[in-house]
């Protein structure tokens, strides 16, 4: 039976859709809160150009209206798309996902998709540090509950928050390393984002544009690196006029393991706090 991957961490807990017996048990070394790859050493203020990269990322962000960035804090997201086996290129299964997030660490999504052999649907809860997991109607606990979660939130932050750009705004964050760069026969402005406990992310910048168009990063899972690139693309003008992207794409060590489209993005005044835990039974 094939097995398919959920792809990031944080979409769908990393468990094959064909089940995860003891067999396929995961490693029990546990990682302490907070830890995570062994990163590079990083400057301890951000660089001018790079500031200056951020800057007109968020001119053409906001149109202009830096103040609209707050927009980004409270969002709902609805997409569908492909998830692709983890052995083969082949698309896999159809599937939707939603999202509800709260800046800086409030996350609920659902997937739901639909195989060639069976179905899967994960929805999971976090409200840092606590979380919950139910995949397929069973509540599941991860090994390594720390390492989940960790990876779980710095995946949120390269996936999701990197497109409201409010990761590198943050008064934590540190940019660094401006180069300008072609790849794929695009003049892009690439700069270096540290913050707190995350991964260190590399961030692409259309030089034209100056949308952010890639992001990638190192995280590691049950001691094995995992490189995501994610990729935005389809860029127009959403709700209040943010320049967001319309197409997703994450690749896992340069293989594709999702594309979706968004059918909507939403920026609620607020989202209540109890949304991010499941309600009690």
């Known amino acids: 039976m094939k097995r398919y991957g959920v792809g990031a961490v944080l979409f769908g807990f990393a468990l094959s859709l064909a089940g995860c017996g003891p067999e396929k048990a995961l490693p029990t070394d546990l990682l302490k809160s907070g830890s995570g790859p062994v990163q590079s050493t990083v400057p301890t203020k951000s660089d001018p150009e790079a500031l200056a990269v951020i800057d007109q990322a968020v001119k053409a962000f906001t149109g202009g209206k830096p103040e609209l960035l707050a927009k980004g804090k409270y969002c709902r997201v609805a997409t569908e798309g492909l998830m692709y086996s983890v052995v083969s290129s082949t698309p896999s299964i159809e599937a939707t996902r939603a999202i509800d997030a709260a800046w800086p660490d409030k996350i609920h999504f659902t997937n739901n998709g639909q195989g060639p052999e069976n179905k899967m649907a994960v929805e999971s809860w976090l409200r840092r540090p606590e979380f919950v997991v139910v995949h397929n109607g069973a509540e599941h606990r991860p090994a390594n509950p720390a390492e989940w979660e960790q990876n779980l939130a710095s995946d949120f ?3 999701v928050w990197m497109a409201f750009l409010l990761p590198p705004t943050d008064p934590k964050a540190v940019v660094f390393e401006p180069q300008t ?5 695009r003049d892009l402005k690439l700069v270096k984002l540290s913050l707190r406990e995350h991964p260190v992310y590399q ?4 030089a034209k544009s100056s949308a952010l168009v890639r992001v990638e990063y190192t995280i ?3 001691g094995v690196p995992r490189r995501t690139t994610m990729i935005f693309s389809d860029h127009k003008p959403g709700p209040d006029g943010l320049l967001l992207p319309y197409r997703l794409e994450c690749l896992h060590n340069k293989s594709v393991v999702e594309k979706w ?3 909507k993005w939403e920026f609620p005044e607020t989202i209540k706090d109890d949304e ?3 309600k009690k039974k």
């Open 276 to 278: 991010f835990m499941p």
């Open 157 to 159: 932050v390269g996936q």
């Open 181 to 185: 760069i072609t790849l794929e026969h």
């Open 203 to 206: 961030l692409y910048f259309d």
């Open 261 to 263: 489209a968004v059918k």
């Open 220 to 222: 590691t899972e049950t």
